[in-house]
């Protein structure tokens, strides 16, 4: 097992939660149960450590052509204090990470990028920093990260701070924020279908930080929650998971995620391969599946039609929200509509399935 520890491994311990290897990293997978904490999220709020992320901090006078470079989407659009979600594509155009660009100032940028690529992130932007007047810095280590979620997250949040939290928008960011005397960024950002915030902190501070809202939130129904839950939380949102939804071999387009690919701004990395594929039309891309037969689609489960194989699981689990069996799988595009029948093969059987739409959840704003 690895022996890479976020600063909250020990509460982590203490609270008695399942401890697995992630991304490198040794995380929570659980604390009480992933159906219940995944629950309480929807319905009141949840706590999660995702100190394991990577942060890279790109500054200098071509930080944003540089980030622009980098990037489907278009970061030039960003107002300071803005928040964007964004592809990062191979010359081939399938995907190197997916991350969230959050503008600091006007020439200065904080990239968070997903665990388990932060080596490999970190040395593409290096290599592509050579022509521009930047300065790339990993700091992932002196930064911690935590999530706040659910409905009831800025009700918890703002018990600690004397910042006015309903004025922080959707995908924008607070600098400096005291949160019970510790210094933060927020953002008002998460990856789980639901409101709540990003907090960043120094890793000294965040057990501090951990204990003190799980104390002011726990009269709100607040629980502390694993990955487990994070998983089938974003998987109800239709969220991607980096290495399923989107990898090496699958594209923004195929991924359904063309929204994030700004072909106008032009001369990003991938453009020409995106945009070949843009104009040949798309030959498969990720849908929706719910089980009609019993059983769980897994990652790596075939998907059957006409007599052959029509593409592949990439996540399936029980719904807890909506009670069903679902699934994300990449099919050739003719069989994606909504309403066509499917099946999966699990444990050797063919198992009837349809294509649904997605988002499988969308939360009531």
């Known amino acids: 097992m690895s022996d890479k520890k976020t600063p909250l ?6 609270s008695g939660a399942k401890i697995i290897e992630f991304g490198g990293w040794l995380m929570p997978v659980q604390y009480t149960g992933i159906i219940e904490e995944h629950r309480a999220v929807r319905q009141a709020a949840g706590l999660f450590d995702v100190s394991h992320m990577g942060e890279v901090s790109v ?5 944003t052509d540089f980030v622009n470079r980098l990037v489907t989407n278009d970061a030039s659009r960003l107002a300071v204090n803005q928040v964007m979600y964004t592809p990062m594509c191979y010359d081939h155009g399938g995907v190197v990470d997916d991350l969230l ?8 940028y904080l990239l968070v990028i997903n665990a388990a690529n932060i080596d490999k992130d970190y040395a593409w932007m290096v290599q592509h920093a050579a022509n521009y007047d930047v300065t790339v810095k990993n700091i992932s280590d002196v930064t911690a990260e935590l999530a706040l979620q659910g409905p009831r997250a800025e009700a918890i949040l703002q018990r600690l701070t004397d910042e006015d939290l309903s004025t922080i928008k959707y995908y924008w960011l607070r600098r400096h924020v005291r949160v019970d005397g510790i210094d933060c960024l927020i953002s008002r950002t998460g990856y789980t279908g639901e409101d709540g915030f990003e907090i960043y902190c ?31 939380l974003r998987f109800e949102a239709g969220l991607p998971l980096y290495g399923h939804e989107l990898s090496e071999s699958i594209t923004p387009l195929e991924a359904g995620l063309g929204v994030f690919v700004k072909f106008d701004k032009q001369s990003f990395i991938g453009y020409e391969a995106l945009l070949a594929q843009k ?13 009609v037969g019993r059983g769980i689609a897994r990652a790596g489960y075939t998907c059957h039609a006409a007599g052959r194989v029509i593409g592949t699981v990439t996540s399936g689990t029980y719904a807890p929200t909506l009670d069903k069996n679902l699934a994300l799988a990449i099919l050739e595009t003719e069989f994606s509509a909504p309403g066509t029948e499917v099946a999966v093969e699990i444990r050797g059987k063919l198992v009837e399935a349809k294509v649904v739409t997605k988002p499988f959840y969308k939360r009531r704003k």
């Open 9 to 14: 491994y020990d509460i982590h311990v203490a």
């Open 279 to 291: 104009n040949a039309g798309i030959r498969r891309k990720i849908v929706g599946i719910e089980m």
């Open 202 to 232: 120094a890793p000294e501070e965040a057990g501090r930080l951990w204990k003190r809202l799980m104390e002011v939130g726990k009269p709100l129904g607040l629980v502390p929650a694993g990955l487990g839950a994070r998983d089938t």
């Open 59 to 63: 500054s200098g006078p071509d930080a």
């Open 101 to 108: 660009v959050y503008r600091l100032g006007e020439q200065e």
